[in-house]
């Protein structure tokens, strides 16, 4: 295996090679940038038409061809100046030159490409190995909707054949679950052109998967001493400026409406609304800590461009809370808050994280001191949870230091200590020696939203979700029209159990019947035909094709109702 350098370095070269490919096809081509990326390599082009993923296999074929002819990369230093003169007819390679600070910038050229530069390469083209083009994407020059719209073509690159298939295999296997794929498939959520690009629309089986996230979420909290609050979707525009969200986040803010001459803004955050309950009444040490728990829809701008299924939207809904606390009570609330986290991760069934504790940015908000003592105080309440996390220096947010479990493809549980609300808003309780005291404000989620949290669960699971997650858990399937109402009976007595429950009644056959539930990822049918009904049994099938002994159906209403109570299976 090529160490991971080696690697960069040769696909940031394939990247070129796919460029003078482009070129021999499209003369005119106009080039933007081409670099290396996690698994391989993308190009920006300017090109006289769109292309489409049939031009991928033409433009591997040249690709192979500069490949075979071992082509060597050859580097020269040049003037701006005559660095000008050569890319004359290139516009946005004339604009990076123009950024370069350096006197003389660095030239690559292989075969009949050259390139702006700064390297390094490999040496000829033949020590590129095993590649693939994959998609064609449209990327705005510098990522700036308002610069012309260029097509990115994304490549992989590997130094092996077999390295390559295996990557594929994996993207292959990414796509299947894709949220989005399955989210159209298994009918969960919708978003609209129509309506607003990154606004969620969540149908009946996906607003059930909610319900009883947020159900959990709710019965636990309140388990755990969180008082359950609801926040205003609108406020007045003052109040963000004097949280500062209108200075530091106007970019993600949306427009301010005007409403009896005062403008107000739909809060992109729910801790003003928290801070607002927290100080209708004065509050003494002994009250605190006052934890507030609200599901609560924000909304926030995000690039179209960004925007992606579930998981970057612009409308959300946090599972937020905010604790009040005095400095002295911090360590507990924060070992109280990861105590929930891993148990919310857990009965998810999501394993393998990795937790970091965010120190202090080069700006901040609150005293060195402070600071000091909060990071101290999290990395205790992490060491007293047993829980290995490494120290991502400088990444706290400005307003305080903060920690974040994560996963594979979900950012999980954030708990984050705040020195910027409290003394803006002065947010105080009242101590023992009869003064008043800025709180320790703490903000913290533990799945972070419900559009985003269904997105990796629908991954996680690969939309076969758990028996007490899924959206219908029994479907029940007469052999022919004359077992129809012993199923129904069935389907009456499950209901009333509180089992989401259906019965496949259409005159088709049993297999077709069975392979749309296993289509549906229904956890479990129940085939019932003349046997069955003569002796009040089920024939029971699991999702996975797998049988289980046929049994009295009142031993397996008994036994559903156990396991979903346990968030288990059967
Ligand atoms: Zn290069
Ligand atoms: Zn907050």
């Known amino acids: 295996m090529a160490d991971k350098d080696n690697l960069e370095i040769m696909r940031h070269s394939a990247a070129h090679v796919m460029a003078e490919a482009v070129l021999s096809i499209f003369p005119e081509a106009k080039f933007g940038i081409g670099p290396a990326i996690q698994d391989g390599f993308y190009y920006d082009f300017e090109l006289p038409r769109p292309l489409t993923p049939d031009d991928l296999p033409v433009i591997e074929a040249k690709m192979g061809k500069i490949i075979a002819a071992n082509l060597p990369f050859t580097r020269q230093e040049v003037t701006k100046k005559k660095a000008k003169a050569i890319f004359a007819a290139q516009p946005y ?18 075969g009949e490409f050259i390139d ?40 992989v690159a590997f130094d092996t054949e077999e390295a390559l298939a295996e ?44 319900r009883l996230i947020e159900d959990f979420w709710k019965d636990e909290h309140i388990k755990r001493g969180y008082n359950l609050v609801y926040t205003p979707h609108i406020a007045k525009l003052d109040l963000w400026k004097t949280s500062g969200h209108w200075e530091f986040y106007r970019d993600y803010l949306y427009s301010p409406m005007e409403v009896e001459g005062q403008e107000y803004i739909i809060k992109p955050m729910n801790c003003l609304g928290h801070i607002m309950i927290y100080k209708t009444s004065q509050h003494s040490y002994r009250e605190l800590p006052l934890r507030y728990a609200e599901l609560g829809t924000v909304y926030r701008y995000e690039r179209s461009g960004v925007l992606h299924g579930l998981s970057r939207v612009r409308g959300f809904t946090q599972d937020d809370a905010h604790i009040f606390c005095r400095f002295d009570q911090l360590e507990d609330e924060v070992a109280g808050v990861l105590d929930l986290a891993l148990f919310m991760i857990d009965t998810f069934g999501f394993s393998d994280y990795q937790v970091f504790l965010s120190t202090r940015p080069e700006k901040y908000a609150g005293t060195l001191q402070a600071w000091e003592e909060a990071t101290e105080t999290l990395s205790r309440a992490l060491v007293r949870q047993g829980i290995p996390y490494s120290v991502d220096p400088g990444e706290g947010v400005f307003y305080g230091p903060k920690i974040d479990i994560k996963f594979e493809g979900w950012q999980g549980p954030t708990i984050q200590v705040d020195f910027n609300l409290p003394p803006r808003f002065n947010v105080t309780y009242i101590g023992e020696d009869g003064k008043e005291h800025l709180v320790a404000m703490v903000h913290r989620t533990v799945l972070g939203s419900m559009e985003r949290f269904l997105a990796s669960l629908i991954e996680h699971y690969g939309g076969a979700f758990p028996l007490w997650l899924a959206p219908v858990q029994v479907v029940i399937i007469p052999v022919a029209d004359r077992h129809l109402e012993y199923a129904r009976k069935l389907e009456a007595e499950l209901k009333s159990e509180g089992v989401r429950v259906g019965v496949d009644g259409r005159s088709e056959t049993v297999n077709l019947k069975i392979r749309q539930a296993q289509l549906d990822k229904i956890p479990y049918m129940l085939v019932v035909g003349d046997k069955e009904v003569a002796a009040s049994t089920v024939s029971v099938r699991l999702r996975s094709g797998e049988k289980l002994d046929l049994q009295p159906f009142g031993d397996f209403k008994q036994d559903l109702k156990a396991a979903i109570i346990r968030r288990a299976s059967l």
């Not at 390679?93 to 292989?110: A, F, G, H, N, T």
């Not at 083209?125 to 705005?140: H, M, N, Q, V």
């Not at 990522?143 to 097509?151: I, S």
């Not at 990414?174 to 969540?202: I, N, Q, T, Y």
């Open 93 to 110: 390679k004339l604009e990076l030159i123009d950024e370069i600070p350096d006197e003389k910038v660095s030239l690559y050229q292989q």
């Open 116 to 155: 702006l530069c700064r390297g390094p390469h490999v040496s000829s083209t033949g020590e590129i190995k095993a590649f693939k083009l994959l998609s064609i994407a449209g990327a705005y020059w510098r990522g700036d909707e308002h610069r012309p719209m260029l097509q990115r073509v994304y490549g």
């Open 167 to 210: 990557h594929l295999k994996k993207l292959d296997e990414a796509a299947r679950r894709d949220h989005r794929k399955l989210g159209k498939e298994l009918d969960l959520f919708s978003l609209h052109e129509e309506a607003g690009p990154g606004l969620v629309h969540w149908h009946p089986k996906g607003a059930v998967i909610r």
